[in-house]
């Protein structure tokens, strides 16, 4: 009996340090710049309302440069994020990559890291 307990732990640990590993984080942060309204935008087949954005990037001065002229709907949510629509912010976040995510859903997660600037908009 002890045997089989044995066998079966092993075959269980050696099973599970072979699962694919679900999501692997980029090594650059990406900074954007969120606009303090939203737009109606359509996400699939869902009307939701998008965050507005321009992807920002700070030179080795620390330089603020926009990379987008135009604001971009922005369709994923970001989370640990929460929206003002008073407030004009540039935020640092990450991108994770999922790997094999279901059908329909997204390949990326886009995760929060803090605020790299804030302006209050009346």
């Not at 640990?13 to 359509?42: D, H, N």
């Not at 321009?54 to 330089?63: F, M």
Request: with cysteine; charged share 20%; net charge positive.
């Amino acid at each position: 009996m002890k045997k089989h307990y044995w066998m079966v732990t092993l075959g269980l640990f050696t099973a599970c340090s072979q699962l694919p590993v679900k999501s692997q984080p980029s090594s650059e942060p990406l900074y954007l710049e969120i606009a303090p309204q939203t737009k109606p935008c359509v996400a699939g087949v869902m009307q939701t309302q998008c965050l507005q954005v321009k992807k920002v990037s700070y030179n080795a001065l620390g330089k603020k440069q926009t990379l987008d002229e135009n604001w971009l709907n922005f369709y994923s949510p970001i989370e640990g994020y929460q929206h003002n629509n008073h407030e004009q912010v540039v935020i640092q976040m990450k991108q994770i990559q999922i790997k094999n995510p279901p059908m329909d859903s997204a390949n990326i997660r886009y995760v929060f890291e803090r605020y790299v600037e804030r302006k209050s908009i009346d």
